[in-house]
């Protein structure tokens, strides 16, 4: 599993790369139409928000993985290793509950989306919302492999 987790890495990295550089891109684009020939692109902002959310969901998936999430540590200080251990599974398996039922209950958002235009995109709404149970399942599929390792005993990386 940890060579597919590996691949989905540098994909997920991939696509958040390209989404911070089209961001860079229609920004920079939107000043200078604005500024020099004074016509702003209508789809700036809404392509801008869409490409936000959808990078915010798949930042998501590099916290887990990468374990930068915040956390309140400080619990566990005091605690003996095992008793940290189990504390640290059992905030594993909230997380992984949390990310499942959101996911899951995200279809109720998507289909309340749908037919609903953006305003100056040729797409509509869902395409938004389809960031959440992907990111979802995303962020289950490192929780799940951290998990694992937590039970295995392994350090994870």
């Known amino acids: 599993m940890s060579w597919l987790l590996g691949l989905l890495d540098r994909i997920v990295l991939a696509l958040l790369g390209l989404a911070l550089l089209s961001l860079v891109g229609i920004g920079g684009a939107q000043i200078v139409l604005r500024e020099t020939i004074g016509t702003p692109l209508p789809w700036a902002m809404e392509l801008s928000v869409l490409i936000m959310i959808w990078a915010t969901m798949l930042t998501g998936y590099v916290g887990v993985r990468r374990n930068s999430h915040l956390s309140a540590d400080f619990l566990g ?22 990310v499942l039922v959101y996911g899951w209950q995200s279809r109720l958002v998507i289909d309340a989306m749908e037919g609903i235009p953006f305003t ?31 039970v295995r005993g392994i350090e994870a990386p």
């Open 77 to 98: 200080l005091s605690m003996s290793e095992r008793a940290r251990r189990a504390l640290t599974t059992l905030a594993l398996l909230l997380s992984l509950l949390f």
């Open 120 to 150: 100056s995109l040729s797409v509509t709404q869902p395409v938004l919302y389809w960031s959440l149970p992907v990111g979802a399942l995303l962020m289950a599929l490192a929780l799940v492999n951290r998990l694992w390792l937590q």
